[in-house]
């Protein structure tokens, strides 16, 4: 950890961490220095120059300048008025007036500004130049008239998004007067400049985004520019209710709002109109930012429904539900399996469960040590098993977050080749390896990292058994020394001339191979590259996703993670595969399979219960509901309902039981019995974030010590991994469950995906031979991902693509063309 | 005038300037002689002369001044705010309202509802707007926040209708485009003062 330093911002004391820029330290310290490019977790741009400070005499930006111990920093003095002031004329200059139409509504940080600094008169012009507005893709609407190309937008499709899919091209503007810059303020003159030559454009020189389309370019525009296409002129910002919540749709859990009016004039109902979230401190992805309008739409309360569920409830035999509901839900459940033995069944959350017990035998603790926004300040990062572009887009912000701002370097284990994983930093070696190898890809991360005095002599033997002196034969250019006699043409005499001529030269050293590394499809000279990524390395993560949970050597896997976590000084987040499946796995004691009379929540069954509006009994879907989710980051969150609700929900059919409590969220104290849980009224959780950007949501859980036991390694057995043609359990980006399906701005479609040459190979429509079952699916080409693998999505729950995979996420198919 | 002499509040010491008036009759002979010049003076007939004048004007030289209401209206001072106006552009002819929403938001009574949408020549269409003038205060904010003077007050203060729905819609409200011609402007709450252009700054424009 760097140490605190203290320095003086307008006279106040502040203490930060060293290495911290000082506007940020200002923010945390609640000292205002205006800044309009600057983005907290990415990296400073200088597009506005506004944040112009005198610290110790000097004139520096706040947002790149990193404090020192006893700097004094002077937030305004009148040159530096005087250039702010320039700076945000020329930011006025042809703006257009349409204020009153646009869909910033106010919450614009140009008229902010504008006002803040007091610009009441123009000195400046220039000719306009004819802008147009354009879609972007089936999300994003760009209208560059009203864009300041502040690069916000830029930045954190870099940064954070790790997509790059914007940058800055040409405006095709007038060059400013020559005369301008000895009459105006230098930085005023030098951010105009720049302004008046560019415009924001998709970084692939088309006019359309090739990018997952999480739309956080919108949620960082300062202005009215970037606008999704559902929203361009719907409504303003102020008529909307902010209604704070947490996301459904995957174990990130991201705190946002759901903003809500009523639909039209002739329809008072509800309607959500839009998501937002805190830019600064927590980034969403496509599915979280549009797919949110998954609401169940009750027509009212159906006694004649509720009490056969009641009935069906009693006598049901199992309970087969998912990961997309509450913490109290799935106490809910635990406690009707107490009462009446009922067996429940979710696929996602006991592979995982299954994989935290063995994890916790191992490592004698119930949780796993990190979380995410630990791992972002480390700066290398290794991701196991984990599909990051699709699984969760937090992980992968992360990841690409440590490329791009620490400097840092990555290593990702994956089957499925993506390209965009290689392209998100220098440093990243992906192994694309056969699937059943992840055991092999730990044991090398343990061979690379592992203190050695801290492992098992055996284990110490069977990583050493891998490596082998191999002597190879290198060519090497050295340089000569050649002496010539050379004859002068006209004197005749002879000199002797000495020249260096570079000549080639075979070699032979000794190098170390490591069989692990290529055996996952790591290059020859893998060693010397991994060295380079280590230099200057301080913090190191691993990201352990759901391939390992649904794994047949599972057991094996977690074992290997807790010695990893244990031998290596490495952080280790774990992705939980669903919404709550950390939750789930948690609360209730599940079980493998189902049988006898079965009850569906959101699932199949006998009888369903179902918040998607075609079941025997309506539920609340996620945005009527209040309750808590657990995410990844080991944090149970509140969420609330945004959306009115008129049928039943669960409690009432615990009431009819006779175990339900007065309200839903009665239940949030009483998960206090379970593992890490505490006893929290569901009213006094906070969902929010301070200035410092600390995060104030619900409750860490708590990681509690158990008793842990010798770890007992296996060898892994190249044997189980898989050849020829191979299905993978995996979701296209936008798509979690049937509610970012249900949800009409995620377009991404239920099919076979495929890389563009299996896609080409492959045709329209093919038939996939499971073993167990046959289904046709229509193929779709996905250029996010390489070789030839084929990606069956799992997000529509009729289909049932848990049974088919078991308890893999791997599995031989055959396709045959349709 | 300035606030100080509001701010005075010594009641009592003004300089009041007295009514000039006859003394006040003190005994009954004084009284009665009062009765006596009172009545006799001729003041009487001065009155009857200027009441029979009056009906000779109307009758006769069409000098009515009674005005035959509902068939005939007292012209109003443009600052009465009575059942809204939407203007057109005289130019165009297109609706003034540019959905920003304003009166929308300021309206204290809430009774303002629009619904906008983008339309196919990419600006911001009002798909729908009402005002529901069984909850209207006529407070006038609407028309001084309209940016654009689109919402206005309207001389129609006669409020009773066989249905409050008769005069709340947009169409109800808006200037009939063949009467675009006799569209007034408005001169009264949050119309522009007579002197604004002296009170801008200028931007200036490169061309």
Known sequence: MSNDITMKIDGIECVAAEGEYILNVARANNIFIPAICYLTRCSPTLAC????????????????????????????????????????????????????????????????????????????????????????????????????????????????????????????????????????????????????????????????????????????????????????????????????????????????????????????????????????????CGAGRFGYDFENRAEGKNKEAFDKAVEALQKADSIRFNSVITNEEALMLQTLKEKFGTKLVNPDAFAFQKFLKAYSRSSGKTLYGSDFKEIMK?????????????????????????????????????????????????????????????????????????????????????????????????????????????????????????????????????????????????????????????????????????????????????????????????????????????????????????????????????????????????????????????????????????????????????????????????????????????????????????????????????????????????????????????????????????????AHQIFEEYGLYASTAKAESLGGKVEVDFGSSKMIFEVISDDSIEGEIVRVPDFKSEKDIYTLFGEDRYKNVIIRKV | MSLEEFKNRNVGQQTYKMVQSDPTPKTGKEQFEQVVRRAFKGELFVGLYVTLREMINALFRGEMHTIKYPFEKLPISPRYRAIHDMLRLLESGHYRCIGCGLCEKICISNCIKMDTRYDENQRKEVSEYTINFGRCIFCGYCAEVCPELAIVHGARYETASEQRASFSLFEDMLTPIDALKLQQEYDGFGAISPNADQNIKKTPLAY
């Open chain 1, 49 to 284: 120059r506004i944040c112009l400070v005198e610290a110790d005499g000097k004139r520096v930006y706040s947002c790149n300048t990193k404090v020192k111990e006893g700097m004094e920093v002077t937030v305004t003095n009148q040159e530096i008025l005087e250039e702010r002031r320039a700076i945000m004329e020329v930011y006025d200059v042809n703006h257009p007036l349409q204020c009153g139409v646009c869909d910033q509504s106010g919450e614009c940080e140009l008229q902010n500004y504008t006002l803040e600094i007091g610009v009441d008169s123009q000195t400046y012009s220039i000719p306009d130049t004819k802008r147009e507005a354009a879609n972007w893709s089936s999300v994003l609407h760009y209208d560059p008239g009203l864009c300041i190309v502040c690069e916000r937008c830029v930045t954190v499709c870099k940064d954070m998004i790790g997509d790059s899919a914007l940058k800055t091209g040409p405006r095709g503007g007038e060059g400013i007067n020559k005369d301008a810059k000895d009459t105006m303020p230098k930085d005023a003159y030098a951010m105009w400049n720049k302004l008046q030559k560019s415009v924001i454009v998709p970084s692939n020189g088309t006019g359309e985004t090739n990018c997952s389309d999480c739309g956080e370019c919108i949620a960082v525009c300062p202005v009215g520019a970037l606008v999704s296409r559902d929203f361009v002129y719907q409504s303003n910002a102020w008529e909307l209710k902010r209604v704070p919540a947490t996301c459904a749709h995957c174990s990130s859990g991201c705190q946002i709002y759901y903003e809500t009016k009523h639909t039209s004039i002739g329809d008072t109902s509800e309607k959500i109109y839009r998501v937002t979230n805190e830019w600064n401190y927590v980034s969403l």
């Open chain 1, 378 to 742: 480390s700066d290398f990062v290794i991701s196991v098993g984990c599909a990051l572009h699709n699984d969760n887009p937090n992980a992968r912000y992360a990841f690409n977050n440590i490329q791009k701002m620490n400097k840092g370097a990555g290593l990702y284990f994956h089957p499925v080749a993506d390209p965009l994983i290689a392209s998100l930093g220098k440093s990243v070696e992906c192994f694309t390896h056969k699937p059943g190898l992840e055991e092999a890809a730990l044991y090398l991360v343990l061979d690379l990292f592992a203190k050695r005095e801290r492992l098992p002599q055996d284990t110490i033997d069977y990583l050493d058994s891998f490596h082998s002196k191999i002597t190879k034969t290198v060519q090497e250019k050295v340089m000569e020394d050649v002496t010539e006699t050379v004859t002068d043409a006209k004197t005749g005499e002879s000199k002797e001339v000495t020249k260096k001529v570079p000549k080639t030269i075979e070699k032979e050293i000794v190098v170390d191979e490591n069989r692990l590394a290529l055996l996952l499809g790591g290059k020859g000279d893998f060693a010397e590259t991994f060295q380079d990524m280590m230099k200057k390395k301080e913090r190191f993560s691993l990201i352990i996703g759901e391939d390992l949970y649904f794994h047949t050597k599972a057991e094996n896997l977690a074992a290997l993670v807790a010695l990893i976590e244990s031998s290596c000084d490495i952080e280790i987040v774990m992705v939980p595969p669903k919404t709550n499946s950390l939750g789930v796995a948690l609360i209730c004691d599940l079980d493998e399979s189902a049988e006898g009379y079965c009850v569906g929540y959101n699932e199949k069954g006998d009888f369903r219960l179902s918040a998607l509006g075609d079941g025997d009994l309506d539920m609340p879907a996620m945005n009527q509901q209040e309750g808590t989710l657990t995410n990844m980051n080991k944090r149970v969150l509140p969420t609330n309902a945004a959306l009115e609700y008129n049928g039943y929900e669960l409690n009432d059919m615990m009431v009819a039981l006779e175990i339900g409590k007065h309200l839903t969220i009665d239940w949030t104290p009483m998960l206090a019995g379970k593992r890490g849980f505490k006893k929290a009224n569901f009213d006094e959780l906070p969902n929010g974030y301070t200035n410092s950007g600390v995060e104030n949501r619900g409750y860490a859980l708590e990681n509690i010590s158990t008793h842990a036991e010798a770890i007992q390694l296996q060898k892994f057995d190249e044997s189980i991994a898989l050849e020829g043609e191979i299905a993978y359990r995996c979701n296209p980006q936008r798509q979690f469950n049937d509610f970012s399906d249900k």
